[in-house]
């Protein structure tokens, strides 16, 4: 079987401690889990989803946990609502989280107009991964938001040596960033999804992602895909 991939044209981010030990591929939101970080840990992949892409596209290779810092709060200063849209209600069981158009207004503002980021949802699923293998052509991460109520995809790690995917770990509302999209990646995975997430590397299988969406209006539009269009 001949694997063929679509990926990012430069190693993706990695953030460092203040050892400069490298402690992410991508940020992890697990990390801002005290009182100043506002639920960041808790609903906070939105965020991390975008300053992640952000620093890429800007041609940030290392990026500083401390420096990070300073970046999530600057999404809470230009989103004005943020802190809002993270506390948690009723016994901490419910928060909104951050949405698109949030993540849309912030991209937008930060890249100062030299990209148009927008919201695929109103245009639902089809040709996703055309779209998606596109954006990576370009070299622009493809911010992922994954949703379905009261269902779950599973998210894949590769063991190198017998060049399986072993599910790893579940969800059923995460914001990601895809950076490889990988063609006959096993016999049982045709088509796998390279992602960034927590701080690590996973894998989506997209037929599982196709099933896990189908029959439901409301993933159609809350599971999609971030477009990023380099302006003229």
């Known amino acids: 079987m001949s694997m063929k991939s679509t990926n990012l044209k430069r190693p993706y981010i990695n953030i460092i401690n203040e050892k400069g030990a490298i402690i992410g591929n991508g940020s992890n939101q697990g990390w801002f889990s005290s009182a100043p970080w506002f639920n960041v840990s808790g609903q906070g992949c939105g965020i991390i989803s975008s300053v992640d892409a952000c620093n890429y596209i800007e041609g940030k290779r290392i990026v500083s946990k401390s420096q990070y810092e300073i970046q999530?709060?600057?999404?809470?200063?230009?989103?004005?609502?943020?802190?809002?849209?993270?506390?948690?209600?009723?016994?901490?069981?419910?928060?909104?989280?951050?949405?698109?158009?949030?993540?849309?207004?912030?991209?937008?503002?930060?890249?100062?107009?030299?990209?148009?980021?927008?919201?695929?949802?109103?245009?639902?699923?089809?040709?996703?991964?055309d779209k998606i293998e596109s954006q990576l052509n370009n070299d622009l991460p493809v911010i992922w938001s994954l949703y379905r109520p009261r269902k779950k995809i599973t998210l894949y790690t590769f063991k190198s040596v017998t060049r399986e995917y072993i599910p790893a770990i579940s969800t059923n509302s995460h914001y990601v960033n895809a950076i490889a999209v990988i063609h006959d990646a096993a016999p049982n995975h045709p088509t796998m999804i390279k992602i960034s997430s927590w701080g690590k590397i996973y894998y989506i299988d997209f037929d599982e992602y196709l099933k896990y969406t189908e029959g439901s209006i409301i993933s159609a539009v809350c599971s999609n895909i971030f477009l990023i269009k380099k302006l003229q």
Do not use: W
């Open 72 to 129: 999530i709060n600057d999404f809470a200063r230009i989103i004005v609502f943020t802190k809002l849209f993270m506390h948690e209600f009723f016994f901490k069981k419910y928060a909104i989280g951050i949405t698109p158009n949030q993540i849309c207004r912030f991209m937008n503002r930060r890249l100062k107009g030299q990209y148009k980021v927008s919201y695929n949802g109103r245009f639902g699923h089809a040709d996703l991964l």
